[in-house]
């Protein structure tokens, strides 16, 4: 079949549940369970890799120096070592930078991040210390990562954050806020927690940016979401972002939203510039087996291994660093630090392996993937191309194994 790769296959054939330890557990205790997996043909998981060479590359239509930004932003940008704005950064900056409202139809890696935070920078420069923008996102991670972004465009420029995300003392989050920033990010839960205990106050906020909106409907954060947004003032700007529109996302930016312009560079590219095989094993031990050996290899030098439960990424990552392949995880039972060093060692490249959960990995700004291995399938196709769009991004090209069932 056109979609075999047993390139692995030979080692150790037979016994599956040979030596090593055994992973046949890993199901229980993995936490809660989605919906039902959606069946994805293992054709699906099969593509050669489209060079980059043929891809049309964006004609940015400004460049930074056009943006009527202080010159410390453009110091700042500079510094970022940014040099044109993306595709997302040169659509959306002129209308923020105007006050519309918008919809932002893009994923992570596409420079979303600053796209928002740019203008909004900007016009928040030069103002008195009180809460005036709300950032909320789907994941601590990501929130993080917002924040470090806005702590390095707003450098000199009087203008302050906090971020309040949970799994976290909230002692230190209650004293950047005592010293009223302009900035605040977070996550649904912890925000609307301390809004209702009055920390946090919305009567002068001006700008609301929801990013990875789909991810927080995904999540179950609307109800968080709405209470947050209807308390804050009607007269506003809203920024919008997310990879998808269903039925669902559009009745919320019809609520949320005024008479939005939409901005859309939602790419099918992702998956295009990854090669993408598949790998036959019996059962989970020789998955196991196959990955351990294949980890071996040193192409495989920064890899980024997707399980479907907590407790079986926990073991396959501890089985691959007692294995010699130094490897980390990260997942929900892990608390907030453990997570942000595990984050701190693959991106550093102190370990080659991160293994995680998708909701773990949702959002997270993950550099230089060599290699996305599903070493689970995913639960249905979108989450596939999220998770191979890890690799293969800015001018990489990437690669990307699915393990599947034997096929007849
Ligand atoms: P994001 O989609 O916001 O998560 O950004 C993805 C990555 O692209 C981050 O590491 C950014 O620092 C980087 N980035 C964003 N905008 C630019 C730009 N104009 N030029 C170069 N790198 C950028």
């Keep these: 079949m056109a979609y075999q790769q047993r390139r692995f296959g030979g080692s150790n054939a037979g016994g599956g549940s040979r030596g090593g330890s055994s992973f046949g557990g890993a199901r229980r205790g993995g936490g809660s369970r989605g919906p039902a997996k959606k069946y994805i043909h293992p054709s699906k998981f099969i593509n050669k890799a489209v060079a980059k060479a043929d891809e049309v590359v964006y004609e940015s239509k400004h460049k930074f120096a056009d943006f009527a930004f202080s010159a410390r932003l453009h110091e700042n940008i500079a510094k970022k070592g940014y040099i044109t704005p993306s595709a997302i950064q040169d659509q959306s900056i002129p209308s923020i930078l105007e006050g519309k409202d918008l919809i932002g139809l893009a994923n992570t890696g596409t420079g979303k991040t600053a796209a928002f935070l740019l203008p909004i920078v900007e016009r928040e420069t030069g103002t008195q210390t009180s809460p005036t923008v709300m950032i909320i996102a789907p994941t601590r991670e990501l929130a993080q990562q917002i924040d470090e ?32 920033p302009q900035f605040i990010i977070g996550t649904p839960g912890r925000l609307k927690d301390l809004i209702n205990r009055r920390y946090i106050p919305l009567d002068r906020m001006t700008t609301l940016v929801l990013d990875e909106a789909d991810r927080m409907l995904d999540m179950g954060f609307l109800p968080d979401i709405r209470d947050i947004v209807n308390g804050m003032p009607v007269e506003r700007q809203t ?7 269903t039925p669902e996302i559009q009745a919320l930016v019809n609520t949320f939203l005024k008479d939005p312009v939409t901005v859309s560079v939602r790419t099918s ?56 392949i130094p490897s980390v995880a990260i997942h ?77």
Aim: no cysteine.
């Design 149 to 180: 972004q806005f702590r390095e465009f707003a450098a000199g420029l009087n203008l302050y954050s906090a971020l309040i995300v949970g799994g976290v003392s909230v002692d230190r989050q209650l004293r950047d806020l005592k010293r009223r």
């Design 239 to 245: 920024l919008f972002f997310s990879a998808t529109i």
């Design 332 to 408: 929900g039972n892990k608390n907030q630090s453990q997570r942000q060093r595990a984050l701190k060692q693959f991106k550093d490249e102190r370990v080659r392996v991160l293994v995680a959960t998708d909701v773990a990995a949702r959002g997270l700004d993950i550099p230089n993937v060599s290699h996305v291995i599903n070493f689970d399938t995913p639960q249905n196709y979108e989450d596939y191309v999220h998770r191979i769009g890890r690799t293969g991004r800015a001018g990489a090209s990437g690669k990307a194994h699915t393990f599947i069932d034997i096929q007849r």
């Design 269 to 324: 590219e992702t998956s295009e510039h990854v090669e993408q095989t598949v790998i036959e094993a019996r059962d989970k031990n020789h998955k196991v087996e196959l990955l351990t050996e294949m980890l071996k290899g040193t192409d495989y030098e920064k890899v980024l291994v997707f399980g479907e439960t907590k407790f079986g990424v926990q073991r396959l990552s501890d089985h691959l660093d007692n294995s010699g």
